[in-house]
């Protein structure tokens, strides 16, 4: 339960500071950047859901966070030991190959496997 109320107080600050202050409202008060965090607290939460029961097992889940965490990891460590990476290459190598892997829900919508 801890990992998942520090994922949704995370995502939402990380939101409201990066995205939402920088490049929608950036002269709004304090008031107005709180309601917008509790706001993408309630749409994480939501979205985890919605996931959650989307899934068919928990081994389902699993497989797609390994995935994902392998993905994400080798941008993180490239952005280590290489200093000439920059973070728009690691989102394209990590949207490239989100788009190109084979997860698991993407079985719903092509059964055939080659």
């Given at each position: 339960?801890?990992?998942?109320?520090?994922?949704?107080?995370a995502c939402s600050?990380?939101?409201?500071?990066?995205?939402?202050?920088?490049?929608?409202?950036?002269?709004?008060?304090?008031?107005?950047?709180?309601?917008?965090?509790?706001?993408?607290?309630?749409?994480?939460?939501?979205?985890?859901?919605?996931?959650?029961?989307?899934?068919?097992?928990?081994?389902?889940?699993?497989?797609?966070?390994?995935?994902?965490?392998?993905?994400?990891?080798?941008?993180?460590?490239?952005?280590?030991?290489?200093?000439?990476?920059?973070?728009?290459?690691?989102?394209?190598?990590?949207?490239?190959?989100?788009?190109?892997?084979?997860?698991?829900?993407?079985?719903?919508?092509?059964?055939?496997?080659?």
């Amino acid at each position: 339960m801890s990992s998942c109320d520090v994922f949704m107080v995370a995502c939402s600050a990380l939101f409201t500071e990066n995205v939402y202050h920088k490049l929608i409202a950036r002269h709004a008060g304090d008031r107005h950047y709180m309601f917008v965090g509790r706001l993408v607290s309630v749409l994480v939460v939501a979205a985890g859901i919605i996931f959650a029961f989307s899934l068919e097992s928990v081994v389902t889940g699993l497989e797609i966070f390994l995935k994902v965490s392998a993905m994400m990891g080798l941008a993180f460590w490239i952005g280590l030991f290489w200093c000439r990476a920059t973070p728009a290459a690691a989102w394209a190598r990590s949207t490239t190959t989100l788009g190109s892997t084979d997860l698991p829900f993407s079985r719903r919508a092509c059964p055939t496997r080659w």
